[in-house]
């Protein structure tokens, strides 16, 4: 055996320096010897589990007479009440149950052998036969027609099962396009209304949403609810900025994207999708309160520190008839994380 | 048999009474057998054997809040306006799932409460089950023949952790969307299968409206189910192997020495599941957790600054952090290993390496022993000194997970913050590895001076010539045996590139790492001493008392330690 180049020395091998002395000699507690400390002892395990008791019932009451509106340092007595009853209540019988086996059951420690986990070679023997009788008895061996067609009838029932979990969802589609279009207005997140350049200071950031979110003038429903509003948001949710038109150095092609300093920017982090909020005025940078990936908004939007990778996107935007901000086209970069079609869905894009 | 015994037995109050039902149950049963072994097994007592039991108890705990909390939950991410008793949320649209988070705060009575102690006991259960396994791993407790239950552990803590995660998830508020979004960009990011993996997950695109309801079946289902299953071998194989204890007086390798499940243990583990149980309902009633309805119902375009995941996840969330954005495009895909390698690869270097080291340990050293005492931490410092390392990566990683955190408390840079964790990340655990081992050798001398030259009893002596020296006294026999009682080194014999017949070995490379991993595995270890060391020390000892001044012609001083350096 292999196991003979290292000897792991046994007690037999080399002499312990010290002899094992045995097991130390039992010591009494207090409660063993006095017989009145053991009644003590008794009567507090006895309290604890009748204080509990009482606090079972406290719980009982507070259910019903502790409502939600009143606040115990200014958080909700209710909460308080029951959870201090319950958990009470609990850690008394707990405690008092473990103070019962440590003061009053017998403290005198048993030895028990082990035995080798192995078992003996005989059984191991047996096993080794019945095991052998078995696959010869059965012929699996003899017969490999039978078992070579048995293994790939149960191989081919792995197609039932993974064909069966076809229909969790829908083909990828979709990722590289959002609902922004040429002419769709550029409105404030909350209120739903259109944004005019004048009312976008040099500085400021403004939470925004395509116009298609909120109903149009004269209805009471938007064309987007529940979860289809949720993924359409996912990917188009933007930020408009405003910086001073000389900070700005946008990228050739890029020049006419922006009105007088305005630019419109995905809110959706290129890294794992978070929405981007934080704005360094002075250094227009954008940062990600995820993973700290740094977008500099005056430079298209270029990733300057941080696990993403791809620019943050850049929304091409121009004015309509009424003079409020609009989407010259839909983002002409892929939006939110990247995935493994992107490059391909990218070249598509700008194929046309 | 011993009737004998039996029949008084029948004679006691108890006997007299029990008989009957347990011969009925053992008539239809029979696991007298079984239970005659295993009723009065022995387990021995050390409070670190308790960490285990706080994960066991607060599964449990876990499992009695939790069908308590699916009486009200809907797991419906269908789009309803609020209208239940919290006023700043009314008027609101959300999802059902969110809504019925909100109904069990604030208009079932005990539902903030239950959800207050099944998010504690979840913190707990994974806290405990991490110091389990770091109890497990310092003290060698998953060597032969517990590999496979080290094994189950691992896959409990990876369950814990994706059991977590999922109900983290299940609320539905502005938080937890915001963790789903992440795992929407993590999942994007497997390479060529991406897209597909999370079309058919979320059924659609990211949020769709079947990923709560999906995520629900996993967290109250089919992960709780396998967790059981997994508990239950754990426990088993437990009772099975019997519990490793602490070598000592009379506690061998042969040997367990403890006190009897009935009574004791049923007791004192009974017993614990209300104290663990009374904590989590204690720390719900006085610590606040989780207040979902502070976030707002999820929406895509909001975020909250600040943003984390439930601490465990830190290690995982802090690498994400760290990565540098690196993506590339070949064979026209794109691999974004910015989100990949980090999200994926963190956790799964973790949990493979946390699989794979007892066989690996076994590979260098080819102990093939059985192993049922434990081994003080300082006595196999190049484990302790790994597994150091391995926690000051995750420690790396968690501290890096907050780094915006770090940064704006402490009013730091969070790029350079960033940088220093991007290498630190490497150089910390080495420099974490050495610093260990070195304590752990130290503390191996500390303990072989203190079998040779005793403990320092505080009682200087002054000689004639005014040196001052300070007497040491042997230890208690017992406490020198435990000090002792643990194996000794191995003979280190070098690679055999060659067999008996002078022809080269096969696996001859192989081995030859094998030997140069094993010679720095025990590089540097102290071994105990000699009983020759000792007998000789004992000398020394009885000599010194006897005869303060007389130190001899060869005499060069007193050591730190109090004892003449002539020795």
Redesign the interface.
């Known amino acids: 055996m292999s196991d003979e180049i290292e000897r792991h020395h046994g007690p037999s091998e080399v002499a312990e320096p010290i002899a094992d002395p045995g097991l130390p000699v039992h010591q009494y507690r207090v409660t063993d010897v006095d017989e009145a400390q053991a009644r003590r002892t008794e009567r507090q395990i006895s309290l604890m589990f009748g204080l509990a008791t009482l606090l079972a019932i406290g719980f009982t009451v507070a259910y019903f007479a502790v409502d939600f509106e009143t606040t115990f340092l200014g958080w909700s007595a209710q909460n308080f009440a029951l959870g201090a009853t319950l958990g009470g209540a609990l850690l008394l019988i707990g405690v008092g149950i473990i103070q019962w086996a440590k003061k009053l059951m017998s403290d005198h420690e048993m030895v028990e052998m082990r035995h080798p986990v192995r078992s003996s070679d005989e059984d191991r023997a047996a096993v080794m036969a019945d095991i052998n009788a078995g696959i010869e008895e059965s012929g699996i061996g003899r017969r490999p027609l039978i078992r070579n067609s048995l293994l790939g009838a149960i191989g081919a029932l792995a197609l039932p099962s993974i064909v069966l979990l076809r229909d969790l969802g829908p083909t990828p589609h979709g990722q590289a396009t959002t609902v922004w279009k040429r002419g769709m207005r550029v409105v404030n997140d909350v209120s739903g209304t259109p944004i005019r350049p004048s009312d976008v200071e040099v500085g400021q950031l403004i939470n925004a949403e395509p116009a298609v979110f909120f109903p149009a003038e004269g209805e009471d429903h938007s064309e987007f609810h529940g979860h289809e509003l949720l993924a359409a948001k996912a990917k188009a949710a933007v930020i408009v900025v405003r910086m001073r038109p000389e900070d700005i150095t946008p990228e050739k092609g890029k020049e006419n994207w922006g009105i007088d300093g305005i630019l419109c920017y995905s809110k959706i982090c290129t890294h794992v999708g978070c929405p981007i909020s934080l704005w360094e005025q002075q250094t227009h940078h954008l940062l990600c309160p995820c993973h700290q990936s740094t977008f500099d908004l005056a430079d298209n939007g270029k990733v300057i520190f941080g696990p993403a990778y791809r620019p943050v996107p850049q929304l091409p935007l121009g004015i309509d008839d009424e003079g409020f901000i609009i989407a010259m086209s839909d983002f002409p970069d892929i939006v939110a994380p990247s995935y493994p079609e992107l490059a391909r869905d990218q070249k598509k894009l700008d194929g046309e | 048999m011993a009737t004998d015994t039996y029949t008084k037995v029948e004679d006691t109050k108890v006997g007299k009474k029990a008989a009957g039902p347990v011969g009925w149950v053992d008539d239809r049963l029979g696991l007298a057998g079984v239970a005659r072994k295993n009723l009065?097994?022995?387990f021995p007592d050390h409070w670190s054997f308790m960490l285990g039991e706080i994960a066991l108890w607060s599964f449990v705990v876990l499992l009695l809040s939790g069908v308590f909390l699916t009486f009200w939950f809907q797991p419906s991410?269908?789009?309803v306006v609020y209208d239940g008793?919290y006023e700043p949320l009314k008027g609101l649209e959300m999802s059902q799932a969110y809504a019925s988070t909100l109904d069990i705060s604030?208009?079932i009575?005990?539902g903030?409460?239950m959800r207050?102690?099944h998010h504690w006991a979840a913190h707990l259960f994974i806290a405990a089950m991490i110091v389990h396994m770091l109890r497990v791993f310092f003290t060698g407790a998953y060597r032969k023949?517990r590999e496979i239950n080290w094994l189950i552990g691992v896959g409990l803590l990876a369950l814990g952790f994706i059991e977590g995660f999922a109900g983290y998830s299940l609320p539905d508020d502005l938080l937890s969307g915001?963790g789903l979004?992440?795992v929407?960009?993590?999942i994007?990011?497997?390479?060529?299968?991406?897209?597909?993996l999370?079309?058919?997950?979320?059924?659609?695109?990211?949020?769709?409206?079947?990923i709560i309801p999906r995520l629900y079946m996993a967290h109250i289902l089919l992960i709780p189910a396998l967790l059981l299953g997994l508990i239950a071998a754990h426990m088993l194989l437990l009772v099975y192997?019997?519990h490793t204890q602490w070598p000592g007086?009379?506690?061998?390798?042969?040997?367990?020495?403890?006190?009897?499940m009935l009574?004791?243990y049923a007791?004192?583990a009974?017993?614990?599941?209300?104290?663990?149980?009374?904590?989590?309902?204690?720390?719900?009633?006085?610590i606040?957790m989780n207040p979902v309805w502070a976030y707002g119902p999820?929406?895509?375009?909001?975020?909250?600054?600040?943003?984390q995941p439930d601490w465990y996840m830190g290690f995982s969330e802090g690498l994400?952090?760290?990565?540098?954005?690196?993506?590339s495009?070949f064979f026209?895909?794109?691999?974004?290993w910015?989100?990949f390698i980090?999200g994926v690869g963190g956790l799964g270097l973790l949990f493979t390496s946390l699989a794979l080291w007892p066989f690996i340990e076994r590979w260098i050293?080819?102990?093939?022993?059985?192993h049922?005492l434990l081994v003080r931490p300082r006595n196999a410092p190049t484990r302790t000194a790994l597994g150091v390392a391995g926690m000051t990566a995750f420690g790396v990683g968690w501290a890096a997970g907050g780094?915006?955190i770090i940064a704006t408390q402490f009013g730091l840079d969070?790029?350079a913050l960033?940088w220093v964790f991007r290498f630190g990340f490497f150089i910390f655990p080495v420099i974490a590895f050495l610093i260990t081992k070195r304590i752990c050798i130290g503390l191996q001398h500390a303990d072989s001076d203190r079998?040779l030259h005793g403990y320092e009893t505080g009682v200087l002596e002054r000689s004639p010539d005014g040196g001052y020296s300070e007497r040491h006294a042997p230890l208690p026999?017992?406490g020198?045996?435990t000090l002792?009682?643990r194996?000794?080194a191995?003979?280190?014999?070098p690679a055999?590139t060659v067999d008996a017949n002078g022809v080269e070995a096969p696996h001859n490379r192989r081995e030859r790492v094998r030997v140069w991993l094993?010679d720095k595995y025990y590089a540097g270890a102290v071994d105990?001493?000699?009983?020759d060391?000792?007998h000789h020390a004992e000398e020394h000892l009885g000599h010194f008392e006897g005869h303060p001044s007389d130190h001899g012609d060869d005499f060069r001083g007193v050591s730190d330690a109090g004892v003449p350096k002539v020795h």
């Open positions: 009065r097994k022995v991410m269908a789009e008793s604030f208009d009575r005990g903030l409460l207050q102690i023949p915001t979004r992440f929407d960009g993590l994007r990011s497997i390479p060529i299968v991406g897209s597909y999370e079309f058919f997950i979320f059924g659609g695109e990211f949020p769709g409206e079947l192997h019997k007086p009379g506690r061998t390798n042969e040997n367990v020495v403890g006190f009897p009574p004791v007791a004192k009974g017993g614990f599941f209300f104290v663990v149980f009374g904590f989590t309902a204690l720390l719900s009633a006085t606040q999820y929406n895509p375009s909001e975020v909250t600054a600040g943003s994400v952090r760290l990565m540098p954005g690196w993506e495009t026209g895909y794109t691999w974004s910015n989100v980090p050293t080819k102990d093939n022993r059985e049922h780094n915006d969070i790029y960033t079998i026999v017992a020198q045996y002792t009682a194996d000794r191995p003979e280190l014999a055999q094993r105990k001493p000699t009983a060391d000792v």
